[in-house]
């Protein structure tokens, strides 16, 4: 692929490799005390179901590990989602794409754990966003990866296109089994580890006035 048209060239990438870290989570690592935050892409027969935790420390974040199925029945993920919130005090939010497969798991986990789960429906405009703080993040080097192949490979996958309507366009090939999961679930826990999102509010606006109203006040 064209360096210049992926969202994260290898050169940026591999700046923030670090060979000490576990690509892979256990339970000794998700145990250890911290300020964890998690994404989660949801996949079935093609994809891969991807989960990455990590530690927020002020501005920094640093890899705790990644759990991969490929072709696991939904309530098996269920169950890998629930072990992994049980323990209220380690991780704080769990954002999971909510998109097409991910609905009836997103809104099981949401009605079992609260708002701890946050589900992301992924539109043009969430994807822009995710991609932005993903770079961002990236190029301020603020977060380590372990030295995992097909993680850096995943990462750099996703190439930024703008199509002749002036649209930007974020994608990636499906290519090895992987359709860019570890990019998405990265980006997913990086927005979970964000600020906490808003509540909806009902604001109140005023009545129009009438004819005589207007007339009255001018």
Known sequence: ?????????????????????????????????GNLYAGYDVGRKRDLSVLIVL?????????????????????????????????RGLLRRLAIDQSGLGMQLAEELVRKHGSRVEPITMTAPVKESLASRILATFQRGDVSIPDHRP?????????????????????????????????????????AAGPAPREMTTISLPRELSRREQLRLW
Do not use: C
């Open 55 to 87: 530690e927020r420390i002020k501005k920094e974040f640093h890899w705790r590990g990644a759990v991969e199925l490929r072709q696991a029945p939904f309530h098996e993920q269920f169950e890998l989602l629930t072990s992994v919130l049980k323990e």
């Open 1 to 33: 692929m064209d360096e210049s048209y992926a969202l994260l060239p290898y050169d940026l990438l591999l700046a923030r490799v670090d060979d000490t870290l576990s690509y892979h989570l256990n339970v000794k690592t998700l145990s250890e005390p």
């Open 151 to 191: 993680l850096i490979d995943d990462l750099h996958s996703i190439q930024r296109t703008v199509t002749l309507s002036g649209n930007v366009r974020y994608a990636a090939p499906r290519e090895a089994g992987s359709h860019a999961d570890r990019w998405t679930a990265l980006a997913l826990a990086l927005h």
